[in-house]
């Protein structure tokens, strides 16, 4: 989770594992003998988790960051999310391989 770094702390079952990206999913896939089909980051809630940790800590250090989870309303903040989705970005990953 590159916003809060190392200093997030996702507590309560279902625990998120953020091992891997698109890339090195990709690249596992590949090695076991896979045809990638899709990779998508559809998640949902990373700006919601992003400001729920800094209101917490009351400020991120980041400026923008300030401003978008502080001083925006939740229409920005959906699209900052469909952002992070749509480029990838986002925490929750899906992917779809088929073996030939």
Do not use: C, W
């Not at 279902?14 to 091992?19: M, R, V």
């Not at 003998?33 to 400001?51: E, H, N, Q």
């Amino acid at each position: 989770f590159l916003a809060i770094g190392e200093g997030y702390k996702n507590i309560g079952a279902p625990n998120h594992l953020n091992y891997f990206n698109p890339a090195s999913i990709e690249m596992l896939l590949e090695r076991g003998s896979f045809g990638v089909l899709d990779i998508s980051t559809p998640g949902r809630m990373d700006a919601d988790l992003a400001r729920r940790y800094y209101l917490e800590s009351k400020n991120t250090g980041n400026r923008f960051l300030d401003f978008l989870l502080y001083e925006t309303d939740e229409s920005l903040l959906d699209e900052f999310q469909a952002f992070l989705s749509k480029n990838r970005l986002s925490g929750h990953m899906l992917a779809v391989g088929r073996k030939p």
